[in-house]
């Protein structure tokens, strides 16, 4: 059971006050019945309700996945630049929305954002083991020397020690690397131990979600079910 007003609110991406005002103003039917008292307790997902006569859908959370263009923030807000919140269409948007990790500004590629807070601490938690892939773009070659200390895991300039990461060779100054874990800036500081500079950088897949091929730059849309068990499978 939840508060009407709660309920309004959160699926309809309004704030709790606007929620009680139309309530109380008489904008909203539960089950064919006018309530007027924004406190009503009801179960969101039996409950038919309307507002402005238009039914009311619930959901209790939203999972979207983002093709992130670059030079756009993966932040909730700012006041000054875009971010990947600014991307979403209003009919998507949740008040408590935000991107599951972060890749960097100039970064591209497959994001989530939700309003799941358990489901993005699986995903980012390096723990759960959910394995990211990205295809990088280098300013040198990458040689098997390179993918072996990869995979032995390679200590950053600071001291850092990373967890073991499948890097491939795509083409000569092209790779694919596999990483389990988000340290800041952490591809970037990996080839940085091997002296090359990344020069472009795309995230491919989460777990076995990967990036679609429709989906165009800066376009989002729900995620699947299926498509959500694929990101917790390795």
Known sequence: MQRLDKIIS??????????????RIGKVFVDG??????????????????????????KEYVY??????KGVLSASEDKKRETVVDLIPETLRRPNI????????????LLILTDDGDFAHRVISPKKNVVKTYKVWLDGE????????????????DGTKCRPAELNILEDKVAEIKISEGKYHQIKR?????????????RRAI???RLPENLGIGQCR???????EQIFSN
């Open 10 to 23: 959160s699926q309809l991406n309004i704030s709790r006050s606007i929620a009680r005002n139309d309530i």
């Open 33 to 58: 019945q006018l309530v007027r008292d924004p406190s009503f307790q009801t179960n969101p997902e039996k409950a038919f309700i309307k507002h402005c006569g238009q039914p009311v859908g619930y």
């Open 64 to 69: 979207i996945l983002l093709n992130k263009p």
């Open 98 to 109: 935000a991107p599951v990790g972060r890749l960097d500004k100039d970064t591209t590629g």
């Open 142 to 157: 990458v040689t098997e020397e390179m993918c072996e200390k990869f995979a032995e895991g390679i200590t950053l300039a």
């Open 190 to 202: 990996m080839f940085g131990t091997a002296g090359l500079g990344v020069d472009g950088l795309e």
């Open 207 to 209: 777990g076995k979600l």
């Open 222 to 228: 729900e995620l699947t079910k299926p498509e959500l």
